[in-house]
């Protein structure tokens, strides 16, 4: 018989939102497909990239992505999550510009 497992205490939780990946331009999700890796970037999954408050205007100019990409980024953080996920699965958020491609 399996031993019931202890509950665990994590005292660090944090929150994700997770967005459509057409709030990021097609340009945008090239250089990243290139390699070209801007500020705040944790994850590049096969079809979702993961950002966190690292993120810095300055880099992604001099990098080349599109000023509204990082807006829409820097707005949800700014909304009280730790990390932004855009997944090509998941839904357009109302207010954010979206990119049609």
């Known amino acids: 018989m399996p031993k019931k497992s202890k509950k665990l205490s994590i005292g660090d939780r944090r929150r994700t939102a997770v967005i459509s990946i057409a709030h990021m331009s097609k340009s945008d999700m090239e250089l990243i497909g290139?390699?070209?890796?801007?500020?705040?970037?944790?994850?590049?999954g096969e079809y979702?990239?993961?950002?966190?408050?690292?993120?810095?205007?300055?880099?992604?100019?001099?990098l080349g992505f599109?000023?509204?990409?990082?807006?829409?980024v820097r707005r949800v953080l700014?909304?009280?999550?730790?990390?932004?996920?855009?997944d090509r699965d998941a839904d357009r958020v109302a207010g954010l510009p979206a990119f049609d491609w």
């Open 34 to 44: 290139k390699g070209i890796k801007p500020a705040g970037l944790l994850f590049i």
């Open 48 to 62: 979702s990239y993961v950002f966190n408050h690292l993120i810095h205007w300055g880099n992604w100019a001099e």
């Open 66 to 72: 599109s000023r509204t990409f990082y807006n829409n």
């Open 78 to 86: 700014n909304q009280g999550f730790d990390r932004v996920e855009l």
